[in-house]
């Protein structure tokens, strides 16, 4: 903390350093009060970019799976990358470029790494697994049956490499190369294969090795609407507009009348649960580049949608029905991320005390000001939950308990969502792209 440290220094040669406990505390409003929003948004956005530029796996260039200060990985080996928070870090590294943290050129060589790796990584039906090992490009398995291709993480993949295709839109021949082989790899994911022997509805995964078996439709409102809008956005293997209002909308059934702490749920959230909202990265991932202020179909507004679950988890947390400590106006927001008790899908009616930074800090959009308090509180008051990287991934001053780990998916968002928050930057790429529009038109929005 350079401004911290700073002021505790002056603050040393004026007072001596015989001083009560109250002129520490003052230090610390001098801090609070001398550093500007845009300072503090400018810092985290530079920390979290940092995660998938200089954090990045060498020989992929692509996002590690996890980052651990203490450098012992149990859960996956180090070289793991992730495919959906790959995707997200290609559109972290364009915002490191507009703020002035990465060169244009550093980045292309970079982005031209990834794709040339993406090519020649393992794929199944044009689909990526969840995570590949980061040297060789072979799958590396999520699960026992999860060894194969993964359509939502591979959606999530493609947003970024989408943008990233808008942003280098130069007429040099190393641009042009790239955006080719983009497209490319768009063209060649076969989306409409992943309905199962053209049932309506989409599935999560595919393995050579056991088929079907992880049998998940992908149905109900969640983190996955930017896999239907790709699907039908393909111009070579494109859903049926049936596909998306049979499957992920159950004929209407996804349409919800219900209220959650005086905000409109608008959509169900889950289609085998009766939990009235989800985790706040449902607010998030999808909507990375696609833009949710003007975006409605027959079923939803989105802004409402995903502003009314951001609201939602902040007036839980200020409620705090269980008494957790720290919960109010400037400790809120629930998500997946790293727990007490391993990982865990926080949210309310499943709150374990456990407080991740991303689920606040990646709502900037929705909740400035309460977004900004969270900002502030762990900056200002709580910089040992701090690191290299930005906001360690979860704590819980309930439990008196944090890690000193990342997880690529969740720093990722962070910083994109400030930066549409500041300037619109990911959206308006995203929501240029021809293709991005047709699949758009095709499912019956307007945007």
């Not at 990982?343 to 977004?371: C, M, Q, W």
Request: glycine fraction near 8%.
């Amino acid at each position: 903390m350079r401004n911290f440290l700073l002021i505790s220094i002056l603050s040393l040669a004026l007072f001596g350093c015989n001083k009560q406990k109250e002129e520490t505390t003052t230090d610390i409003v001098v801090e609070d009060t001398l550093i500007s929003d845009d300072a503090l948004l400018d810092r985290i956005q530079e920390q979290t970019i940092n995660y998938f530029w200089e954090g990045a796996e060498s020989n992929s260039g692509l996002a590690l799976e996890r980052i651990h200060m203490d450098n012992v990985y149990l859960e996956s080996p180090k070289t793991t990358v992730t495919t959906g928070g790959s995707g997200f870090g290609l559109m972290a590294i364009l915002v490191g470029i507009e703020r002035g943290f990465i060169s244009r050129e550093a980045a292309l060589l970079r982005f031209q790494k990834i794709v040339d790796f993406l090519d020649k990584a393992d794929r199944f039906h044009g689909a990526w697994p969840h995570w590949i090992n980061g040297e060789t490009g072979k799958v590396q398995p999520f699960s026992e049956k999860d060894n194969g291709g993964d359509l939502v993480e591979t959606a999530f993949l493609i947003q970024g490499l989408l943008t990233v295709s808008e942003y280098f839109d130069g007429n040099t021949v190393q641009e042009k190369e790239l955006v080719s082989k983009i497209d490319n790899l768009y063209r060649t994911v076969e989306w409409d294969w992943y309905t199962k022997n053209g049932e309506d509805v989409l599935y999560w995964h595919w393995s050579p090795e056991y088929g079907w078996d992880m049998n998940l439709p992908v149905k109900g409102y969640n983190e996955c609407l930017i896999m239907y809008v790709l699907a039908a956005a393909s111009p070579t293997h494109p859903i049926k507009k049936s596909v998306y209002e049979q499957g992920w909308a159950k004929n209407g059934a996804i349409v919800s009348n219900k209220t959650y702490y005086d905000e409109n749920i608008v959509l169900n959230y889950f289609y085998n649960d009766t939990d009235l909202v989800g985790p706040l990265f449902w607010a998030h991932y999808s909507y990375l580049g696609l833009d949710p202020r003007n975006l409605s179909d027959q079923y939803a507004n989105y802004w409402t949608l995903t502003q009314n679950q951001a609201k939602i988890h902040y007036k839980y947390a200020v409620d705090n029905p269980l008494n957790f400590k720290g919960y109010g106006e400037d400790l809120w927001g629930l998500t997946s991320s790293y727990s007490i008790d391993g990982y865990h899908g926080h949210r309310p009616g499943d709150d374990l005390g456990v407080i991740s930074p991303t689920a606040a800090l990646s709502s900037f959009p929705y909740t400035p000001k309460e977004s900004m308090n969270v900002l502030r509180n762990i900056y200002m008051n709580h910089d040992n939950l701090v690191g290299k990287y930005g906001p360690y991934d979860a704590f819980s001053f309930e439990n008196n308990w944090y890690i000193e780990k990342y997880l690529a998916i969740d720093q990722g968002p962070i910083p994109i969502m400030i930066e549409n928050h500041r300037t619109g930057l990911l959206w308006r790429l995203f929501m240029k792209n021809s293709d991005v529009q047709n699949g758009l038109d095709a499912l019956g929005f307007t945007y």
